[in-house]
């Protein structure tokens, strides 16, 4: 496990520069989870660290494989300066064990809820899960392992995530779209919804 985190913590260096915080938070009965913050002009982005070293397992399956099965990390990237976003540390964490604790397999268009703000104030408890590859490329492992997937985390309202339960992730991406809206913004609104 520990090589291959240390393979994902390089290839996210080499995505986004040098971290330049780190916290570790580990919950009872799994593995260590470390989040890294890293500047970039006016975004900080949020990766975790430790999710994929070991692959999410179907809940159904009776036995868990160590090797096979899907790996991820989550990036959460908000502008800077707006809100107490240094807050989001453990509620990252949180999301990031959530297949050890849970048995969930996180994948693109996944919704994942806190039932707690991200950070204070935030108008956010829950978070869309994107579609990998634009910011930091997959890192391929050694068969039979899956790559480790990097996965981007848009903040939803009540709202949007609400809507998004009803018509799927794809319309709420498309509303995004269509409103211009800076999902960046760590204090935006909802986007209107018809």
């Given amino acids: 496990m520990g090589e291959i985190l240390d393979l994902v913590e390089a290839r ?21 989870i470390e989040v890294l913050r890293f500047i970039d ?87 869309l899960v994107a579609e990998p590859g634009g910011l930091v490329e997959d890192l391929e492992l050694d068969a039979p392992m899956d790559p480790v997937r990097f996965l981007p985390l848009l903040p939803m309202t009540h709202n949007e995530a609400a809507w998004k339960r009803v018509r799927g992730a794809q319309e709420l991406q498309e509303r995004w ?5 800076d999902l960046r913004d760590p204090l935006r609104a909802s986007v209107p919804l018809d």
């Fill in 41 to 127: 002009g006016d975004v900080v982005r949020y990766a975790t660290l430790g999710m994929s070293g070991q692959p999410m397992a179907d809940p159904t399956s009776p036995l868990a494989d160590p090797v096979k099965g899907p790996r991820a990390e989550l990036i959460l990237s908000v502008r800077v300066g707006l809100a107490d976003t240094d807050q989001v540390l453990r509620p990252l964490a949180v999301l990031a064990a959530s297949p050890q604790v849970e048995g969930l397999i996180v994948t693109p268009g996944a919704s994942l809820d806190l039932g707690q703000e991200l950070w204070p104030g935030a108008p956010f408890s829950s978070v």
């Fill in 12 to 32: 996210l260096r080499t995505a986004l520069g040098e971290p330049d915080a780190r916290a570790d938070v580990t919950f009872i009965g799994t593995d260590r």
């Fill in 177 to 181: 779209l269509a409103q211009g809206t």
